[in-house]
C-alpha cells in the first residue's frame, strides 16, 4: 500500500526489538512501528489523548547500526502533544509516538514493562518480560450520527467505524451490551471506547464492553486454583503492569484434605460436586475483591481471565463430576482449552469479561502443569529440562525441543506434611529449617515466623507469640536428609536405635525408634512411619522422573526446574542428597515459584502463548505410571536413601566445595549446608 | 478422492432436483445423492437406523434422459434396512438410501416435506415448497472409549469422532454441556447424537445437544411478534413437517393499543420497558406451550428459533429501550440480523436453542417486513412488485431483481378500526362485509362468527349470541367504498346530505351528515370523521406508494401482494376503489397472509435465506417519506376518492366483467361485487 521506502528516507530503529526501517520525513512513528509489527500500545487512535504509544529517543552515534540518533531527529511536540503534557503529564524524555514524526535517523526504545517479582502467598511470579499482545484491546472511535437516509443501526454504524478506524472485520458484540449501545453512544456525544476481545474460541472478534468517551484501562486476572491455595495476579493488558498479587486457601479443604478424598466427597454426597464448586467460585471472587482493593482497581474493569488447575480443580471448578478422574482410565470431561464468558462460571467481574482455562494435559497433569510448562518453555531449548510440582501428585514433564513426555506419580500427601506425625501446612510456628550436629545429633531449627534459630539467643522468647507447633513439608525434606547425613538413618530408612545410647534425642516407641526434634508441648518427633513415608513419596517421585528419563534414553538431565510451594521452600541440595531428583549441576536446579501461575499471567497477557501451550500440549506424550511394567521395579529400587540406581548423587566438585565451606567455615545458618560423610564413616557410626 | 465416474457405470437421476451422475455399482444411493450436492437427511451416519434417508425409485423407461429406471437397478434390501422395515415399519415403495446401493441406471425420488397451508389466528402461511437446509443438524456417532495411553478428554474424542464421521472441523460446545458430557457418553455406552448448529454468527460450528443413543428429531418455531398478535409455527427441522401453527394476543396490549402508545409508556414509566420486554416474552413461552401441545412436541425438542417483529416489537422482545424509534431521527439500536442463545432472551425451549432474528430494514419497516420480504421475493424475479403491509404504519416495499426500494407511512390505526366512532378490532360480532344497495341505499352486512347475510332470514337469532358490536378494519373499506360507489360520499369525501331526504340512512349530526349502518344498541353509524380517517389513512398509503413509484420510475405496478391481517380480509377490489393500491391487473394482487411469518419459516427450514435476507436488506434502498419534499403534495393528491392523480383505477375490462357479472347475475352474497357507476350517474344522483 504505501510506497516502496526510498533510500534516502531516515532510517528508524525500533529497541529493544531491533526491527528497523526507513521512512519519509513526517511519518508519525506509531505508524512506522506498526508497520514494522512493532508492538505499540493505543486506545485513542492516534488522537494524542490516551498517551499509551510513549516512546523515548536514544541520543548518540549508533555507528554499528550506521545511525546517528538525535533529538533533532523528531519533531518538535505539536499542539495535541502538549496539551496532553500540560493535562496529563509526561515523564521526561518520553514522547506520544501517534503525534511525533520522524525528521531524521532514530533510534527509538519502546518501554518495556517487566512483570516482576510478586510474592502470592509463599508463591512467586518469576521475573520476566512478557512481551504484550492481549487478548483485549481497547479502541475509541467517533461514531457518525444516525441519518434517516442511511438507517443503519446504531450498533451497526458502530461496528462500521471500527473497522473504518481500527480495521476489525466481522465483528460480533456480546448480547448484554445490545440495549446500551443507544445510551452509551449519546452519553459519549458519540465518541465511545470499545473493548475488543481478538481472541474468541468462536473466530471473530467480538466487542465484549463500550464505554462512553475515552476508556484508557483494562485489567485481566491470571489465577492458579490449586487444591490447597488459590493464587491470583491483577494486570493491567494495556501496559503489563502487575497491580497486585495475592492468594487464599482453597475453601473446599472442609471437603477433604486432599484431592481424591474432595472426589470421595461428590461421589458420596448428591450435592457435594455443587457445594465444592459454589465454595471455589466464591473464594475465587473474594480473592478478585482482594486484589482489586489491594491494586485500587475497579473488578468491573477486568475483561479476561486465564485459569490454570490440576485436573480435579479444572472440573470442580467448571462444574464437572471429577469421579470419573478418581478412578481407572482415569478419564478427562475435557482435555482441550477451553472459553467461556466469566459470568457463565459466576466470576464476577465485567459481565463481557471472557475467561481462558489452560488445556490439561492428562488426567492427572493437568493445566496448570500446562501452565508450568509454559512458563518453563522445555519445548523452547535444546537442553533436557526436567519441571517437577510436587503435590498429592508430582506432575513431571521431561524433554527439550525435539520431544517432551509427561506423567504424574503418586507421591501422596507427606511431602506436603500430610501422613507425617507432627507434620503441619506451612504456617506461623512450623519449623521451616533444620540442622544436626553430626557430633552431638542435637537439633536446631528455624520456625515460621520467626527470625532466629533455635539455638540462638532470644528464640524461645520470639517464638512465643507462635509457639512450635509441627514441621511443614519443606522441612520434612531437611530433617530426614540430615538424619540419613548424621546417620541416624540408614540407606534403608531405618532409625538407627543403637544411637540411643549416644544421644537422649533417639527414643524408643515400641519396635521403632524415633528422633526427639524438640520436646515441650507439643513434643515434636521424627519417627520410623515419619522416615517411611516420606522414602515412599520420594521413591514415587524419583520411579516417575527415572521413567521419563528411561522414555526419553537418557540417564542424566541438563536443567532441574521444581515448580509449586513445595518446590520454592525446599532446599535442592536436600532434595538431591534425599535422591528426590536425578543428578544434575546444582547451578541448573532452580526452584521457579509458582510456575503454573505464571503461565496463566503469560497466556494473559499474549494471545499467542495460548496458541503455543496449546499446540504444545497436544505434541506432549502422555505416559501413565500405573500402565508402565517397570514403574514397580523403579519405585522399588528408589526407596533406598538416597536411591538403589544412583548410589549416591554424583555432586560435582564445584558444588561440593561451596557447601562444605558454608558449613564449616562460614557456619551462617541461613545457607547453612550438610556435610556428608563417605559410607565408611557412617558404617563406623553405626558400629558406634 | 473418488476415481472419475466411468462411461459404463450406472445413470443415478435425482428428482425434483435433476441433478445426475455416474456411479459404481455398489455406492449406496444416499453417498451418490451427497456427492451431487442433493439434500437427503441423516441422522445415524448410514447406520439404517435412523429412518430419515428415504427415497424411492421411478419406474419406467424415461426416454429424453436416455434412462431406463427400474426397481432391478437397486439392490434388495439386506439385513439392516429389513431390520429398520420390521422394527420401525417402511411405507409401500420407500427405501433407505444409506443401504440401497445403484445396481443400474436408476430415477430416485427423492420425497419433498411441503410446508402446506395452516391457518395461523387468522393469518395463513401460503402454500410453499422450502427447500430444506436447516441450521441444525443431528448427527450420531459411536466415540472411542478414554484410553489412558492417550488420555484426550471425553469431549475432544467425542469432537475427533464428529470430525472423522462427519467432517465437522473447530466444533465448539454450548458451555452447558461441557459438564454433562461424560454421563451421556456412558449412558449411551458411547453411541451418542449431537445436535450441530452450523449457522452460527460466529462461524464455528457449534454442539448445542447431547443425547444418549439415537435421538430422530428435531423441531424449529418461526415467530412473528406483531403488535397485536403473535403468531407461531412448530416445525421438524429434519422433515420439514408443520406440527403446529397457532397465534395470540399480544399482551403488550395492555399497555398501549398501539406502537407510539406503548413507546409513549416506555418514556413515561421507569419500569416500562421491562415489563413489556417480560410482557411478550412471556406471551411467546405461553405460545410455544401451545403449539407443543397442539404438536405433541417436548418444548425441550426445540433447538432453533426464528423471529420477525416490526422494530418496536423487535426492540421490546430483545430488551432494547424503542424510545429513539419514536422520534427522528428514528434511529434503530440495531439495523442486522442478530442471533442469541434463546435462553438469553429468556424463551424456555432446550437449554441450546438459537435464536435468529431476521435485519430491520430501518427505522419503520422492520424484521417483519424483511420477512415478508424474503417470502414474496421482489427481488427474485423481474416483474414490479408492490408489498404492502398495513398496520399503523403501512411498510412498502417496492420492485424487482434491478433494484428495490422500501419505505413506511404513517397511516394510522384507522385500517385497524381505531379512530372510527364504531370501530373494533376483529372479533365475533364485529361487521366485516357491507354491501349497500345503490336504489335504496339500504345496507346488508355480515359479523364475524354468524354465516348468514343481515338481511337473510335467520340472521337476527344467528347474531344473537355475539350481538352487533361494531365494525371492523376491512368492513371499514368495504362500506365507505360502498357509500362512494352509492354517490353517499363525493369524490371529496363529504357525506350528501341532501340524501336524507331520500334515505332515513343518512342522518344529520350537528353541521356533517352520517351513514347509519344499524340502528339498535349498540347504534352504529359511519360519521363524517370517520370518512376523513379512512381518506387520510389511505392517502397516506398511496402518497407512500407513489412516493416509491417515483423513486423507480414507474407509472404502474405488474403484482400487488398485500401482507398481514388487513391484507388477508380486505377485499383487494374495495382497496383499489378506494384507491388503497395503484393501478393493477386484478388477477395479479392477491393476499399473502402473514407473509413475514412465512418469512421467519424460510429462514428456519434453510439457512441460506438468512444470508439471502441479510444481503437483500443491505441493498434495499430505503426512504424516509419525512424528508421527501414531495411526500406532502403526494398525500395531498390522494386524499380524494379514489386519487386526483388516478381519477379512476383502470381497471382492466377483463377484470371488470366478471365482477359485473358476479354482482348482477349471481348476486352471491360472498363474492358480491360492487358495481361502479360512471361519473355521469354519479352526479345525477346527486343532483336527484
Not at 494524542?48 to 549508533?62: H, L, M, P, S, Y
Not at 496539551?83 to 509526561?90: D, Q
Not at 532514530?106 to 520476566?128: E, F, H, M, S, Y
Not at 502487575?242 to 473446599?252: K, L, Y
Given at each position: 500500500?504505501?510506497?516502496?521506502?526510498?533510500?534516502?528516507?531516515?532510517?528508524?530503529?525500533?529497541?529493544?526489538?531491533?526491527?528497523?526501517?526507513?521512512?519519509?520525513?513526517?511519518?508519525?512513528?506509531?505508524?512506522?512501528?506498526?508497520?514494522?509489527?512493532?508492538?505499540?500500545?493505543?486506545?485513542?487512535?492516534?488522537?494524542?489523548?490516551?498517551?499509551?504509544?510513549?516512546?523515548?529517543?536514544?541520543?548518540?552515534?549508533?555507528?554499528?547500526?550506521?545511525?546517528?540518533?538525535?533529538?533533532?531527529?523528531?519533531?518538535?511536540?505539536?499542539?495535541?502533544?502538549?496539551?496532553?503534557?500540560?493535562?496529563?503529564?509526561?515523564?521526561?524524555?518520553?514522547?506520544?509516538?501517534?503525534?511525533?514524526?520522524?525528521?531524521?535517523?532514530?533510534?527509538?526504545?519502546?518501554?518495556?514493562?517487566?512483570?516482576?517479582?510478586?510474592?502470592v502467598v509463599r508463591k512467586a511470579a518469576t521475573d520476566r518480560v512478557i512481551e504484550r499482545n492481549a487478548a483485549v484491546q481497547l479502541c475509541y472511535v467517533e461514531v457518525d450520527?444516525?441519518?434517516?437516509?442511511?438507517?443503519?443501526?446504531?450498533?451497526?454504524?458502530?461496528?462500521?467505524?471500527?473497522?473504518?478506524?481500527?480495521?476489525?472485520?466481522?465483528?460480533?458484540?456480546?448480547?448484554?451490551?445490545?440495549?446500551?449501545?443507544?445510551?452509551?453512544?449519546?452519553?459519549?456525544?458519540?465518541?465511545?471506547?470499545?473493548?475488543?476481545?481478538?481472541?474468541?474460541?468462536?473466530?471473530?472478534?467480538?466487542?465484549?464492553?463500550?464505554?462512553?468517551?475515552?476508556?484508557?484501562?483494562?485489567?485481566?486476572?491470571?489465577?492458579?486454583?490449586?487444591?490447597?491455595?488459590?493464587?491470583?495476579?491483577?494486570?493491567?493488558?494495556?501496559?503489563?503492569?502487575?497491580?497486585?498479587?495475592?492468594?487464599?486457601?482453597?475453601?473446599?479443604?472442609?471437603?477433604?484434605?486432599?484431592?481424591?478424598?474432595?472426589?470421595?466427597?461428590?461421589?458420596?454426597?448428591?450435592?457435594?460436586?455443587?457445594?465444592?464448586?459454589?465454595?471455589?467460585?466464591?473464594?475465587?471472587?473474594?480473592?478478585?475483591?482482594?486484589?482489586?482493593?489491594?491494586?485500587?482497581?475497579?473488578?468491573?474493569?477486568?475483561?479476561?481471565?486465564?485459569?490454570?488447575?490440576?485436573?480435579?480443580?479444572?472440573?470442580?471448578?467448571?462444574?464437572?463430576?471429577?469421579?470419573?478422574?478418581?478412578?481407572?482410565?482415569?478419564?478427562?470431561?475435557?482435555?482441550?482449552?477451553?472459553?467461556?464468558?466469566?459470568?457463565?462460571?459466576?466470576?464476577?467481574?465485567?459481565?463481557?469479561?471472557?475467561?481462558?482455562?489452560?488445556?490439561?494435559?492428562?488426567?492427572?497433569?493437568?493445566?496448570?502443569?500446562?501452565?508450568?510448562?509454559?512458563?518453563?518453555?522445555?519445548?523452547?531449548?535444546?537442553?533436557?529440562?526436567?519441571?517437577?510440582?510436587?503435590?498429592?501428585?508430582?506432575?513431571?514433564?521431561?524433554?527439550?525441543?525435539?520431544?517432551?513426555?509427561?506423567?504424574?506419580?503418586?507421591?501422596?500427601?507427606?511431602?506436603?506434611?500430610?501422613?507425617?506425625?507432627?507434620?503441619?501446612?506451612?504456617?506461623?510456628?512450623?519449623?521451616?529449617?533444620?540442622?544436626?550436629?553430626?557430633?552431638?545429633?542435637?537439633?536446631?531449627?528455624?520456625?515460621?515466623?520467626?527470625?532466629?534459630?533455635?539455638?540462638?539467643?532470644?528464640?524461645?522468647?520470639?517464638?512465643?507469640?507462635?509457639?512450635?507447633?509441627?514441621?511443614?513439608?519443606?522441612?520434612?525434606?531437611?530433617?530426614?536428609a540430615e538424619m540419613y547425613l548424621t546417620g541416624i538413618i540408614s540407606e534403608d530408612g531405618v532409625v538407627d536405635g543403637a544411637l540411643a545410647e549416644r544421644s537422649p534425642r533417639?527414643?524408643?516407641?515400641?519396635?521403632?525408634?524415633?528422633?526427639?526434634?524438640?520436646?515441650?508441648?507439643?513434643?515434636?518427633?521424627?519417627?520410623?512411619?515419619?522416615?517411611?513415608?516420606?522414602?515412599?513419596?520420594?521413591?514415587?517421585?524419583?520411579?516417575?522422573?527415572?521413567?521419563?528419563?528411561?522414555?526419553?534414553?537418557?540417564?542424566?538431565?541438563?536443567?532441574?526446574?521444581?515448580?509449586?510451594?513445595?518446590?520454592?521452600?525446599?532446599?535442592?541440595?536436600?532434595?538431591?542428597?534425599?535422591?528426590?531428583?536425578?543428578?544434575?549441576?546444582?547451578?541448573?536446579?532452580?526452584?521457579?515459584?509458582?510456575?503454573?501461575?505464571?503461565?496463566?499471567?503469560?497466556?494473559?497477557?499474549?494471545?499467542?502463548?495460548?496458541?503455543?501451550?496449546?499446540?504444545?500440549?497436544?505434541?506432549?506424550?502422555?505416559?501413565?505410571?500405573?500402565?508402565?511394567?517397570?514403574?514397580?521395579?523403579?519405585?522399588?529400587?528408589?526407596?533406598?536413601?538416597?536411591?538403589?540406581?544412583?548410589?549416591?548423587?554424583?555432586?560435582?566438585?564445584?558444588?561440593?566445595?561451596?557447601?562444605?565451606?558454608?558449613?564449616?567455615?562460614?557456619?551462617?545458618?541461613?545457607?547453612?549446608?550438610?556435610?556428608?560423610?563417605?559410607?565408611?564413616?557412617?558404617?563406623?557410626?553405626?558400629?558406634?
Amino acid at each position: 500500500m504505501n510506497p516502496p521506502p526510498n533510500i534516502t528516507d531516515p532510517l528508524v530503529l525500533f529497541m529493544p526489538s531491533g526491527k528497523r526501517g526507513r521512512f519519509p520525513r513526517g511519518t508519525p512513528i506509531l505508524d512506522a512501528a506498526r508497520s514494522l509489527g512493532v508492538y505499540v500500545e493505543s486506545v485513542c487512535g492516534g488522537r494524542a489523548t490516551c498517551g499509551r504509544c510513549q516512546i523515548e529517543v536514544q541520543q548518540g552515534n549508533f555507528a554499528k547500526h550506521k545511525i546517528v540518533s538525535s533529538l533533532e531527529h523528531i519533531s518538535p511536540k505539536g499542539a495535541k502533544e502538549e496539551r496532553y503534557e500540560r493535562v496529563r503529564g509526561l515523564p521526561e524524555g518520553r514522547r506520544l509516538s501517534c503525534s511525533a514524526t520522524v525528521e531524521g535517523d532514530l533510534v527509538v526504545d519502546v518501554p518495556q514493562d517487566t512483570v516482576i517479582n510478586a510474592q502470592v502467598v509463599r508463591k512467586a511470579a518469576t521475573d520476566r518480560v512478557i512481551e504484550r499482545n492481549a487478548a483485549v484491546q481497547l479502541c475509541y472511535v467517533e461514531v457518525d450520527e444516525p441519518d434517516m437516509h442511511k438507517p443503519l443501526g446504531d450498533l451497526d454504524r458502530l461496528k462500521a467505524m471500527l473497522e473504518k478506524d481500527w480495521g476489525w472485520k466481522d465483528l460480533l458484540i456480546a448480547p448484554h451490551l445490545i440495549p446500551q449501545v443507544q445510551s452509551i453512544l449519546r452519553k459519549g456525544n458519540w465518541g465511545v471506547t470499545a473493548a475488543i476481545h481478538r481472541d474468541m474460541d468462536t473466530s471473530r472478534p467480538f466487542i465484549i464492553g463500550l464505554f462512553p468517551g475515552l476508556k484508557n484501562e483494562a485489567y485481566g486476572i491470571a489465577c492458579d486454583i490449586g487444591s490447597t491455595t488459590i493464587a491470583m495476579h491483577l494486570v493491567s493488558l494495556l501496559s503489563g503492569r502487575i497491580a497486585a498479587s495475592s492468594g487464599t486457601s482453597n475453601p473446599q479443604i472442609r471437603f477433604g484434605e486432599d484431592l481424591m478424598s474432595r472426589v470421595s466427597y461428590v461421589m458420596m454426597n448428591p450435592d457435594g460436586r455443587e457445594a465444592m464448586t459454589k465454595a471455589v467460585r466464591e473464594a475465587v471472587n473474594t480473592l478478585i475483591g482482594k486484589v482489586c482493593a489491594e491494586g485500587d482497581v475497579n473488578r468491573e474493569d477486568i475483561f479476561d481471565c486465564v485459569f490454570v488447575a490440576n485436573p480435579i480443580m479444572h472440573h470442580l471448578f467448571l462444574g464437572i463430576d471429577p469421579t470419573e478422574l478418581g478412578q481407572a482410565p482415569f478419564a478427562l470431561a475435557v482435555s482441550g482449552s477451553l472459553q467461556y464468558w466469566a459470568h457463565e462460571v459466576d466470576i464476577a467481574v465485567n459481565r463481557g469479561a471472557r475467561l481462558y482455562m489452560l488445556p490439561c494435559i492428562a488426567g492427572h497433569v493437568g493445566a496448570d502443569a500446562a501452565g508450568a510448562t509454559l512458563s518453563e518453555g522445555p519445548y523452547r531449548q535444546d537442553k533436557m529440562m526436567l519441571l517437577v510440582d510436587v503435590g498429592t501428585n508430582a506432575e513431571i514433564v521431561l524433554g527439550n525441543s525435539t520431544r517432551v513426555v509427561a506423567a504424574s506419580s503418586p507421591t501422596g500427601p507427606a511431602f506436603e506434611g500430610a501422613e507425617i506425625s507432627s507434620g503441619q501446612r506451612a504456617a506461623p510456628g512450623a519449623i521451616e529449617r533444620v540442622r544436626i550436629d553430626p557430633e552431638t545429633l542435637e537439633p536446631k531449627f528455624r520456625v515460621i515466623g520467626v527470625d532466629k534459630w533455635s539455638d540462638e539467643e532470644g528464640f524461645e522468647a520470639a517464638a512465643a507469640a507462635t509457639g512450635v507447633t509441627g514441621i511443614c513439608g519443606s522441612a520434612i525434606i531437611e530433617v530426614v536428609a540430615e538424619m540419613y547425613l548424621t546417620g541416624i538413618i540408614s540407606e534403608d530408612g531405618v532409625v538407627d536405635g543403637a544411637l540411643a545410647e549416644r544421644s537422649p534425642r533417639i527414643i524408643q516407641n515400641g519396635r521403632t525408634f524415633s528422633y526427639l526434634l524438640r520436646d515441650g508441648e507439643p513434643r515434636i518427633t521424627v519417627t520410623q512411619n515419619d522416615v517411611r513415608a516420606i522414602q515412599l513419596a520420594k521413591a514415587a517421585l524419583y520411579a516417575g522422573v527415572k521413567l521419563l528419563m528411561e522414555k526419553q534414553g537418557i540417564d542424566h538431565v541438563d536443567i532441574i526446574r521444581f515448580a509449586g510451594a513445595f518446590g520454592s521452600f525446599i532446599d535442592p541440595k536436600y532434595a538431591m542428597v534425599l535422591g528426590l531428583i536425578p543428578d544434575c549441576d546444582l547451578s541448573e536446579v532452580k526452584a521457579v515459584g509458582n510456575a503454573a501461575g505464571t503461565g496463566a499471567l503469560m497466556a494473559l497477557l499474549n494471545r499467542n502463548h495460548r496458541r503455543e501451550i496449546e499446540t504444545e500440549v497436544a505434541r506432549i506424550e502422555k505416559i501413565e505410571t500405573a500402565l508402565e511394567p517397570n514403574f514397580q521395579q523403579l519405585f522399588v529400587n528408589a526407596m533406598a536413601l538416597p536411591n538403589k540406581v544412583d548410589p549416591f548423587p554424583k555432586l560435582t566438585e564445584q558444588v561440593k566445595l561451596p557447601l562444605r565451606k558454608a558449613a564449616t567455615e562460614t557456619g551462617e545458618p541461613g545457607d547453612g549446608a550438610p556435610r556428608r560423610r563417605s559410607r565408611e564413616e557412617r558404617a563406623a557410626r553405626r558400629r558406634g
